[in-house]
């Protein structure tokens, strides 16, 4: 069974730091790892997806990486804004499963 | 090109009643998975539907049902809620072929907020 784990819980950090958020999963065998931004009390929105073939995704102001040897994915989120204030969750499969299972998040606020 | 629509947003209910969730997947999607998340965890899979079948469930009571129709659009059913049931349930969608290369992307709706009294 996957289980998932994001450190830190929560983070409250000034405008303009560059932030990395973490993300460990016990069972390596995944087809790929998903990182989503969730608004309170929001649906979630997908930033970036890593296929197990590829080590690193970037988008804009994001960087996600992955190391399946280790189980660890990071978020890198440069030049952080207040906009960027939400709840980041990580979301890995089992292995030879396709569902994802979801990490309990990191509560980020960027405050002016 | 319209995401994953859920309905109702809101409802409130008692305890023993049952509830209906309402999901349109994005379009051109054929895949539906529910999950449910409680207040400050990360979602918990419910089940997923392709092809008006429930292919994987995750650990819920049978309580929790299910179905997919011809269009793709999908209904959560719960039956006897219990207070623990309160949560916000999330709909996603995705393509099959998506899950065989590895680059299945899930799309979410903004939920459906259900509080049982």
Partial sequence: ?112 | DAGVTQSPTHLIKTRGQQVTLRCSPKSGHDTVSWYQQALGQGPQFIFQYYEEEERQRGNFPDRFSGHQFPNYSSELNVNALLLGDSALYLCASSLVGGRLSGANVLTFGAGSRLTVL
């Fill in chain 1, 1 to 112: 069974k996957q289980e998932v784990t994001q450190i830190p819980a929560a983070l409250s950090v000034p405008e303009g730091e560059n932030l990395v958020l973490n993300c460990s999963f016990t069972d390596s065998a995944i087809y790929n790892l998903q990182w989503f931004r969730q608004d309170p009390g929001k649906g979630l929105t997908s930033l970036l997806l890593i296929q197990s073939s590829q080590r690193e995704q970037t988008s804009g102001r994001l960087n996600a990486s992955l190391d399946k040897s280790s189980g660890r994915s990071t978020l890198y989120i440069a030049a952080s804004q207040p906009g960027d204030s939400a709840t980041y969750l990580c979301a890995a499969p089992s292995g030879g499963s396709y569902i994802p299972t979801f990490g309990r998040g990191t509560s980020l606020i960027v405050h002016p």
